[in-house]
């Protein structure tokens, strides 16, 4: 999904971050509340498409998680007041478009402006000769990106078309990128090109039609140019207060870029970040915004990876890593924060079975207990962790050096890989292998009670499908490691509600058709070739096998269900370019891939085999908490803050 990068408020984040189609679910997303009464809503508002070749129209979007009445709104041009127009639609739905003839016509070189009833600016766009034939529209985004005129077919109405230059002007990377109104009235302008642009006849006004745009260049102090990944911060002479907006316009009119801001003023200062506008706590003029809590800033970063270091104990030896291959078609950016918190101490994870240090694979978060994190270490460990002092650590009430897991009868060494909790609280681990006997397959489940007590866990239950993959038993450990490398546990629940199709009968899956098998199916990811295996786990050691589901992806290293999202999440690491897929159930009543979702980019490309996301509950300003695991501890490789860390933290939206 394209980040949005306009002036969008939290709530409208958390709604409209995710593209996620087909919600068939009742209850997936709550349905779209009426017009709003509160003006406010004008702020999620845009022009975001414009023509003056005769028929004169204009398209306004609404980038907000609740619909906006237009009711009263004007509009005017640069040679008439504001005037009354006759919109398609009294109200823009929350991601929809309005659209309509300007009540005056529209010149080669011309603006629009619209206001709300009550007379306050919403959004403003200027062009030069013929610059809106056949039409004006953003590219980059709806609502978002610089205006460029259209090289395909007008599109009012519905999305803008991906009609941008395939060398976007220069002017076109620039960005407003932070603004205060607390009396200096800063602005910050930001490049993201690879060359400089001249700005030295580029202007700016704020939503008060009264006032005429001032000069960068004799604004203080006076720029004439920003470089490549560069900044330009000058004091407005114009004045900006609350409940006001800052338009960037080039040498001929043009509008470059806008941000608006709420009545409390942008205070001491509002920076762009990721997923929009934000009041920031500390000005950051003339360097990366911070977005503190708010998704991660742009302004000439990917995201920064914070924490680390330490040194490397004894024995612990990272593992770089192998196998990296590209992201599916279609994947999207991430759409979370892109600053990433390294979420743990330096070589964490050692044992008596693995002194290195590394292999931490899978990942959950406890649904009784979202403070709780679990992880799965490969040579047969698990962890129970907590936080302090920002970091994932392991519960030292539970054990402070993890617990040594076994199969069935106390024996063997599983190579513990996937990591669930199941309905009933207890964990559901799976193994590839015998770590004692590693050329073998042993793809496996187990039952653990975490409640139990001891340094030792042995499985109240063992399900063994290794028969069902005779391509990984060739004799070579290669091949022995592709087997059950995550699981999901999926509830039964969400599976009715979605409608899923039970493969076995051909009809709606209905739970009671299988007594034993608790509240919800299992679906194991194989890394061989990226399917998910979805069983029913009966209580009498017996497993109902109910087909596969193809990810899209050559390997599959995490699963889990996302009642947030109301997905089942599969990952893999840097063999599929390091990619989420988020999977629903489609009208046909089978799961299939919907969204796909790269890391933020500031993560190393390593083998992060684990990924869980924090339930909704522990929201916090519109975002959760995301974890990944590096099963190699290589980071960014020796000597940089992440060698030899095995967690990441970052953030994901509500």
Request: proline share 6%; hydrophobic share 35%; net charge negative.
């Amino acid at each position: 999904m394209p980040t949005t990068h306009s002036r969008v408020g939290v709530a409208s984040v958390c709604a409209a971050s995710l593209t996620f189609s087909g919600l068939l679910v009742t209850g997936l997303f709550a349905a779209q509340p009426a017009a709003a009464a509160d003006p406010a809503g004008y702020q999620n508002v845009r022009i975001n498409e414009v023509t003056s070749s005769g028929n004169d129209t204009v398209e306004l979007y609404n980038a907000g998680s609740a619909a906006v009445s237009i009711s009263g709104w004007k509009m005017a041009d640069d040679g008439f007041s504001p005037q009354s127009f006759s919109p398609s639609a009294s109200s823009i739905p929350a991601g929809g478009f309005v659209t309509f003839n300007s009540p005056k016509g529209l010149g080669d070189s011309d603006k629009v402006v619209i206001y709300t009833a009550g007379g306050t600016v919403v959004d403003r766009v200027d062009w030069a000769t013929d610059r809106a034939k056949p039409a004006m529209a953003r590219c980059g985004g709806d609502g978002t990106g610089a205006w460029v005129t259209t090289t395909t077919a007008t599109t009012f109405g519905s999305a803008n078309a991906a009609g941008c230059p395939a060398a976007p002007p220069a002017a076109s990377k620039v960005v407003v990128n932070e603004v205060s109104s607390d009396g200096s009235d800063t602005v910050e302008l930001y490049n993201g090109g690879t060359g400089a642009v001249s700005i030295g006849s580029w202007k700016y006004v704020d939503n008060d039609t009264a006032h005429t745009a001032a000069s960068i260049s004799s604004s203080s102090p006076s720029a004439t140019s920003i470089p490549a990944g560069g900044y330009v911060t000058f004091n407005s002479t114009i004045g900006l207060g609350g409940n006001d907006s800052l338009f960037l316009l080039d040498g001929s009119g043009n509008t470059v870029d806008s941000a608006t801001w709420a009545a409390a003023g942008a205070s001491p200062s509002d920076e762009r970040c990721a997923t929009g506008f934000r009041t920031s706590a500390n000005a950051t003029f003339g360097a990366v915004n911070s977005c503190s809590g708010s998704g991660g800033g742009t302004g000439g970063t990917t995201g920064r990876l914070l924490g680390g270091g330490g040194s490397l104990t004894s024995g612990c030896t990272p593992e770089a890593p192998g196998g990296t291959g590209s992201a599916p078609p279609g994947t999207q950016s991430w759409p979370g924060g892109l600053d990433v918190t390294i979420a743990d101490d330096v070589c964490a994870f050692t044992t008596s079975t693995g002194p290195e240090g590394r292999d931490v694979s899978g990942l959950a978060f406890d649904p009784a207990n979202p403070s709780v994190l679990w992880a799965a270490k490969n040579k047969n460990w698990l962890y129970k962790l907590v936080k302090s002092n920002g970091k994932w650590v392991p519960d030292a009430t539970w054990s402070a050096t993890g617990k040594q897991i076994r199969f069935a009868g106390g024996t063997g060494q599983p190579d513990s890989e996937g990591l669930t909790v199941g309905g009933n609280g207890h964990l559901y681990v799976t193994s590839e292998r015998d770590n004692g006997n590693n050329t073998v397959p042993k793809d496996t489940v187990l039952e653990f009670d975490p409640a139990a007590t001891g340094s030792t866990l042995t499985p109240l239950h063992q399900w063994d499908m290794t028969t069902q993959f005779p391509q990984l038993d060739t004799g070579s450990k290669d091949d022995a490691n592709l087997g059950f490398e995550g699981v999901g546990y999926v509830p039964d629940s969400w599976l009715t509600a979605s409608g899923w199709t039970d493969p076995l009968t051909g009809a709606a899956y209905n739970p009671a058709n299988y007594p034993l098998h608790g509240s919800g199916l299992f679906f194991a990811g194989l890394e061989y070739d990226g399917t998910l295996h979805v069983y029913g786990l009966n209580s009498d050691g017996s497993f109902t096998t109910f087909g596969t589901v193809s990810t899209g992806k050559p390997g599959v290293m995490d699963v889990t269900y996302d009642a947030g999202t109301q997905r089942i999440v599969a990952t893999c690491d840097n063999t599929c370019g390091e990619t989420h897929t988020f999977l629903k159930v489609n009208a046909s009543g089978a799961i299939v891939p919907d969204v796909t979702y790269t890391n933020p980019a500031v993560l190393p490309v390593d083998n992060l085999e684990g990924f869980a996301l924090a339930p909704t509950s522990t929201c916090a300003g519109g975002f959760r908490e995301a974890v990944w695991s590096d099963d190699g501890i290589y980071g960014f490789g020796s000597g940089t803050s992440s060698y030899g860390h095995a967690l990441y933290s970052g953030t994901f939206p509500c």
